[in-house]
C-alpha cells in the first residue's frame, strides 16, 4: 500500500467510505461465527459439533435434540439477528433523521408507543369480530406495533421539529412524556387483561428473546426485513438531510418524501421488534455511534454495518443472558442496557453543547 | 435567465414580499441589496424553492415549481447563509454530499479541484465541525461548486445562488469568493447573491437589486443603483455616495456629519 501510494503521486490513503464498506464483510462474517456460537450454547449442553457429527455418519438426531436445535435454538437465533438488525437499523436511521446521536427509538418513546401497540392489540384482540381476527391473525400484534410506533414517531417529530431544526432537548423531553403517558395507558389496559394475556405482558417490560417460536417469525420477519430494506436505499438522502433540510433539497433530495420514508422504516423495524421482543433499549444507539467512531459517519455504508453489527451484537447479548446465571436467564434488555447507558452518558458528556436546555 | 414576476411570500400570517418583479441575466453578477428585513432572503429563498410562494418564478424558461428537486440540483447550485452539520463528516465528505449519483468516477478529481478553488486543499481529511466559520463557510462553497461545475451544461447555464457569501470571510477571502463568482459568471453562468457590504457590492455586481419593504425599489446597475438618493432613502438614513479613483466605481460611506456636528 505505501509502496503504490508512494509510486502514484495524489493516490489518496483510503477514504473512510471505502474502508466502511470493506467493514460490511467482516461484520457479515462475525455475525455468522455468532450464530454459530449461539447454536451452541445453552442450558442442554447440546453441541453443535456433536450434531454435525451426527449428521455427517448418517443418524437421525434424538428427539430432545432436534427439539432443542430446530424449535428453541433456531427460532431464537433467528429472532436475535432479525430484532438486532431492526433496532440497530431503526437507531441509525433515526439519528439521520433527527439529525442528532442522540435519537433512539427507545429513548425517544417510540418503542413505548410500540409497546402500547401490542399490548392493545394482545388485550383487546379478542373484541374483534372472529372474521377480521382470523384474517389478521399472527400478524395482528407486530401490525398493531407498528401503526402505535408510526404514530408516535410522527408526533415526536411534530413536536420537535420547527422550521427544519430539531430541538434535542424538546425530543427527549416529548420522549420521557411520550413513555409515562404509553405507560399509564398501558398499566389501564394491563388491569383488564386475563391471566393468560397477563403472562404475555410480563415479558415486555423486561425484554427477552425467550419467547421466540416461528409462529411470531413469520409474522415479524417480512415486516422488519422490508423496513431495513427500505431504510438502506436512505443512504444519501440521510447524508443530505445531515447538512440541514434545506440544503437536502438544494442538492437534489425530495426532503418531505425522504423523511417520510424514513419515518416509516423505523416505525416499522422498530415496531415490528417491539412486538417480539419486547422493550430491548441501547443497540439502537450504541451501534451506531460505535460505527461512526470507527469508519465515520456516512450512510451509505453505515445502515448496512448498523444492521449487520445490531444482528451480532444482541445475539451475543443473548447469549451471555442465557448462560451468565444458567440454568435460569437473564432477561436480554438487563444486558443491553448495563452495556449501553454507560455509552448513551458518554455521548451526552461529549456533547454537553448540543443538548440546548 | 432568471425571470421572477409578481412574487408574493407570506410568513407566518406576515406579507415578506408584496409583488416583487426582478430579473438577471446568466453571464452576469446580480446582487441583491436592501436593509435588514426587506426581504432579501426570503427572496433567495423562494428562487431557489424553499419557500411556498404566489407568482411566477422561471429559471432559463422553465417554471421552477414545475421543476423536480432532482431537475433543481442540477441547473443550480445554493449556498445557505449558515450550515450546521449534525455528524463528524470530514471536508471531503461534505463536498462529496452535495454530487450527483452519476458523478463517481470524476467525484474525487472533482472535489479536490473543487476545495483548491477555495483554498482548502489541504484540508480534504480534516473534520468540518473542527474548522472556523469561515472556513466552513468555504467548505460549503466548495460543495456547491462541486455541484454545478461546468457553468454551462449542454447550453444551458447554471446558477449559483449565494446568500451573503462573505458574511464570515476576512478581505481577502471575501474578493477570491467574489473572484470565483466572476468567473463563473465569466464563463456563462448566472451569478445572484444576497450582500450585505454595499462596497463590495458596487466592485462586484454586474446588475444591482434594492429590495425596500418587500417590494424592489430600484434595479439597474451599480451607478444606476446607488446614488446617495436612492440609498439614503431605501435605508433610511443618510448616506453619500462619494467617486474615488478607479473613476466609475461608486462607494458608500455612512454620511455621520449629523453626529459629528454636535
Request: proline content about 5%.
Given at each position: ?82 430484532v438486532g438488525a431492526a433496532l440497530a437499523t431503526s437507531g441509525a436511521v433515526m ?172 416505525a416499522a423495524a422498530s415496531g415490528a421488534a417491539v412486538a417480539i421482543s419486547g ?60 452495556l449501553g447507558a454507560p455509552v448513551f452518558l458518554w455521548i451526552l458528556l461529549r ?7 | ?262
Amino acid at each position: 500500500m505505501v509502496a503504490l501510494s508512494d509510486v502514484l503521486p495524489g493516490t489518496r490513503p483510503p477514504r473512510r467510505l471505502d474502508r466502511a464498506r470493506r467493514l460490511h464483510l467482516l461484520l457479515a462474517l462475525l455475525v455468522v461465527l455468532v450464530s454459530l456460537a449461539s447454536l451452541t450454547v445453552g442450558a442442554t449442553g447440546l453441541s453443535l459439533g456433536d450434531v454435525l457429527a451426527k449428521g455427517l455418519r448418517g443418524d437421525a438426531l434424538s428427539r430432545t435434540e432436534s427439539v432443542v436445535l430446530l424449535d428453541i435454538r433456531l427460532p431464537r437465533l433467528a429472532m436475535g439477528l432479525l430484532v438486532g438488525a431492526a433496532l440497530a437499523t431503526s437507531g441509525a436511521v433515526m439519528q439521520g433523521l433527527f439529525r442528532n446521536p442522540l435519537a433512539d427509538p427507545g429513548i425517544v418513546g417510540v418503542t413505548a408507543g410500540g409497546m402500547l401497540g401490542a399490548i392493545l392489540a394482545i388485550v383487546l384482540g379478542g373484541l374483534l369480530p372472529a372474521a377480521l381476527r382470523a384474517l389478521t391473525g399472527a400478524y395482528l400484534v407486530p401490525c398493531a406495533a407498528f401503526v402505535a410506533s408510526w404514530a408516535t414517531t410522527i408526533l415526536l417529530y411534530r413536536v420537535s421539529t420547527r422550521a427544519g431544526r430539531t430541538s434535542v432537548a424538546t425530543m427527549l423531553l416529548a420522549g420521557i412524556a411520550l413513555t409515562a403517558l404509553a405507560g399509564a395507558l398501558a398499566g389501564v389496559l394491563i388491569y383488564k387483561a386475563d391471566d393468560q394475556q397477563l403472562r404475555d405482558l410480563t415479558f415486555w417490560n423486561m425484554g427477552s428473546l425467550a419467547g421466540a417460536n416461528w409462529a411470531k417469525l413469520t409474522a415479524a420477519a417480512p415486516i422488519i426485513l422490508t423496513a431495513i430494506a427500505g431504510a438502506l436505499c436512505l443512504g444519501r438522502g440521510l447524508n443530505g438531510l445531515a447538512l440541514g433540510e434545506a440544503t437536502a433539497h438544494h442538492i437534489g433530495i425530495p426532503v418531505q418524501r425522504m423523511k417520510n420514508a424514513a419515518i416509516l422504516c423505523v416505525a416499522a423495524a422498530s415496531g415490528a421488534a417491539v412486538a417480539i421482543s419486547g422493550g430491548i433499549g441501547f443497540v439502537g444507539i450504541v451501534v451506531p455511534h460505535l460505527l461512526r467512531l470507527a469508519t465515520g459517519p456516512d450512510h451509505r455504508a453505515l445502515l448496512l454495518n448498523s444492521a449487520l453489527l445490531g444482528a451480532a451484537l444482541l445475539v451475543g447479548a443473548d447469549m451471555i443472558a442465557r448462560v451468565i446465571i444458567t440454568p435460569a436467564e437473564l432477561p436480554i434488555g438487563i444486558v443491553t442496557a448495563v452495556l449501553g447507558a454507560p455509552v448513551f452518558l458518554w455521548i451526552l458528556l461529549r456533547q454537553r453543547g448540543v443538548v440546548d436546555l | 435567465m432568471l425571470d421572477v414576476q409578481n412574487l408574493r411570500v407570506s410568513l407566518g400570517g406576515k406579507t415578506i414580499l408584496d409583488g416583487l418583479t426582478l430579473t438577471a441575466r446568466p453571464g452576469q453578477i446580480t446582487c441583491i441589496v436592501g436593509p435588514n428585513g426587506s426581504g432579501k432572503t426570503t427572496c433567495l429563498r423562494a428562487i431557489t424553492g424553499d419557500l411556498p410562494f404566489a407568482g411566477r418564478i422561471a429559471l432559463g424558461g422553465q417554471d421552477i415549481a414545475r421543476l423536480s428537486p432532482r431537475e433543481l440540483a442540477a441547473l443550480r447550485g445554493v449556498l445557505p447563509q449558515a450550515s450546521t452539520l449534525a455528524f463528524p463528516f470530514t471536508v471531503a465528505e461534505v463536498v462529496q454530499i452535495g454530487l450527483h449519483r452519476g458523478t463517481s468516477g470524476a467525484q474525487s478529481e472533482r472535489i479536490r479541484a473543487a476545495l483548491g478553488r477555495v483554498d482548502l486543499g489541504a484540508y480534504a481529511d480534516r473534520s468540518y465541525q473542527e474548522l472556523s466559520g469561515g472556513e466552513q463557510q468555504r467548505v460549503q462553497l466548495a460543495r456547491v461548486l462541486a455541484q454545478v461545475w461546468e457553468p454551462v451544461a449542454d447550453g444551458v447555464p447554471r446558477w449559483l445562488f449565494l446568500d451573503e457569501p462573505v458574511s464570515s470571510l476576512d478581505i481577502a477571502h471575501q474578493l477570491q469568493v467574489m473572484r470565483i463568482a466572476r468567473d463563473f459568471a465569466s464563463a456563462g453562468g448566472g451569478v445572484v447573491a444576497v450582500m450585505h457590504d454595499l462596497n463590495l457590492t458596487a466592485i462586484c455586481a454586474d446588475k444591482v437589486i434594492l429590495l425596500a419593504a418587500g417590494a424592489c425599489h430600484a434595479q439597474g446597475t451599480p451607478g444606476d443603483v446607488m446614488t446617495s438618493d436612492i440609498l439614503s432613502r431605501a435605508y433610511g438614513c443618510a448616506l453619500h455616495v462619494g467617486q474615488i479613483p478607479p473613476p466609475g466605481t461608486p462607494f458608500v460611506l455612512p454620511h455621520l456629519a449629523a453626529l459629528a456636528a454636535e
